[in-house]
T-cell receptor, first 114, second 113 residues
Framework: EAGVAQSPRYKIIEKRQSVAFWCNPI?????LYWYQQILGQGPKLLIQ????????DSQLPKDRFSAERLKGVDSTLKIQPAKLEDSAVYLC????????????FGPGTRLLVL | GENVEQHPSTLSVQEGDSAVIKCTYS??????FPWYKQELGKGPQLIID?????GEKKDQRIAVTLNKTAKHFSLHITETQPEDSAVYFC????????????FGRGTSLIVHP
């Protein structure tokens, strides 16, 4: 079974620029999550999708972050404009359904904002 | 919301020794406690989990214990090997319906050959 795919793996941008991350979950997984992991900390949820609908985006900084999951499969997370404090690893995870606790994580995208 | 504290932040052991990582949580209604292992450049991988109706669970060299009264749970790794070196995260899922775990800050485990 193929795992969660993410791209790019690394990205370096200057502050105020825009950036987008892509995630392809495990086939058949209805639930998709985006996490932000700042160096030295545990992952923090940004947004959760169930199929193509948003379940929880309470911790997403909506003035600069946006995410979508068109057709309920792939997802894109965008930051516009980026700030220095956005430097982190952005992890995508998926699970078969919302009530299943086991989440499968992708390798993450490491973002550095200069 | 849920708050998870994890200790120590760094743990260095000799190969063959045991390693113990401890976590505490704040929400007494939490009912699911997973542990993740994160190797350099990779995403977290679930290694073991425990539910609130169980006090202990073991899988080969890895075991987890849960004390609901004290609201703490621990990861035990016996006969450590160099490939066990990684960052370990504990997490607790609260009583809300969003099924999102709150993670601890992580423990960097270093196993010296």
């Amino acid at each position: 079974e193929a795992g969660v795919a993410q791209s790019p793996r690394y990205k370096i941008i200057e502050k105020r620029q825009s950036v987008a991350f892509w995630c392809n979950p495990i086939s058949g997984h209805a639930t998709l999550y985006w996490y932000q992991q700042i160096l030295g900390q545990g992952p923090k949820l940004l947004i959760q999708f169930q199929n193509n609908g948003v379940v929880d985006d309470s911790q997403l900084p909506k003035d600069r972050f946006s995410a979508e999951r068109l057709k309920g499969v792939d997802s894109t997370l965008k930051i516009q404009p980026a700030k220095l404090e956005d430097s982190a690893v952005y992890l995508c995870a998926s699970s078969f359904r919302r009530a299943q606790e086991t989440q499968y994580f992708g390798p993450g995208t490491r973002l550095l904002v200069l | 919301g849920e708050n998870v504290e994890q200790h120590p932040s760094t743990l260095s052991v000799q190969e063959g020794d045991s390693a113990v990582i401890k976590c505490t949580y704040s929400d007494s209604a939490s009912n699911y406690f997973p542990w993740y292992k994160q190797e350099l450049g990779k995403g977290p991988q679930l290694i073991i989990d425990i539910r609130s109706n169980v006090g202990e669970k073991k899988d080969q060299r890895i075991a987890v214990t849960l004390n609901k009264t004290a609201k703490h749970f621990s990861l035990h790794i016996t006969e450590t090997q160099p490939e066990d070196s990684a960052v370990y995260f504990c997490a607790a899922k609260g009583s809300g319906g969003s099924y999102i775990p709150t993670f601890g800050r992580g423990t960097s485990l270093i196993v010296h050959p």
